[in-house]
């Protein structure tokens, strides 16, 4: 194999199954993967943690504008192959991932500041190649030249069984109908906000994995990623 290396942007609607695909193909091609939704999630945390963010969901945003710079996101790598997001040197992960930041996350995303400051994060990163990242905006914003762009898709209903399901494996005391209300919720958000909305890339590879396995799912995946770096050589 050349040691030619491509960028690999996976973007779609929210609990899709990006991050598992996008994880899997990178732990197995060699590249680094970076989560780009734990970004926003961990800046929401922030605006949550520090009064940014009242208790009927509204944002101040002069000062969450004022917080960005003081505001250092990383990926520590863990022994089992996982990674963890760092926000200003402490782990992160768990609180990220509960349904108060999955609730805030949308309106903080929609803010053309926030996603200034984490696109130029994500655009360093990258500045190798050799990287698989998923989001939103990841092909039609971040990188807009990536050799490969997947659009991850599957039914509503599908994406918050899984959520829900996941969330429940943690121990998350959630019940289905109230994810399945955030994952509409945060699609109608990303999709109509002004600042790079959710949208499909023209040149993106289009998958619905309502009723594919994740082993099918990430053959289909490494096909792809075969036929991109053929034709980026
Ligand atoms: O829960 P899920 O895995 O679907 O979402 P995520 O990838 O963790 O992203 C959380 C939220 O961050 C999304 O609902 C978007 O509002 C926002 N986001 C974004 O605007 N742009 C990105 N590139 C990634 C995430």
Do not use: C
């Amino acid at each position: 194999m050349s040691d030619k290396k491509i960028i690999i942007a996976i973007d779609g609607y929210s609990s899709s199954g990006k991050s598992t695909m996008a994880r899997r193909l990178a732990a197995e091609i060699g590249y680094r993967y970076i989560d780009s939704g734990a970004m926003y999630r961990a800046v929401t945390l922030y605006a949550l943690e520090n009064g940014i963010i009242a208790s009927d969901g509204s944002i101040n945003r002069p000062a969450l504008q004022k917080a960005l710079p003081k505001l250092h996101i990383d990926f520590m790598p863990m022994t089992d192959g996982s990674q963890h997001t760092m926000l200003n040197g402490r782990d992160v992960e768990t609180e990220i991932r509960q349904l108060r930041v999955s609730d805030n996350v949308s309106p903080v995303a929609a803010i053309k500041e926030v996603r200034t400051a984490l696109t130029d994060l994500q655009r360093r990163l990258g500045r190798d190649k050799g990287i698989v990242m998923d989001g939103r905006d990841i092909g039609t914003t971040v990188f807009p030249d990536a050799e490969l762009k997947v659009f991850v898709n599957a039914s509503a209903e599908m994406r918050a069984r899984r959520r829900f399901l996941e969330m429940n494996d943690k121990g998350d005391d959630v019940n289905y109908e109230e994810v399945l209300a955030n994952v509409v919720r945060r699609d109608h958000i990303d999709e109509t906000r002004e600042e790079s909305p959710l949208r499909r890339a023209a040149d993106a590879v289009d998958l619905d994995n309502s009723s594919m396995s994740i082993d099918e799912q990430n053959r289909w995946l490494e096909d792809q990623f075969h036929k991109a770096l053929t034709r980026a050589k």
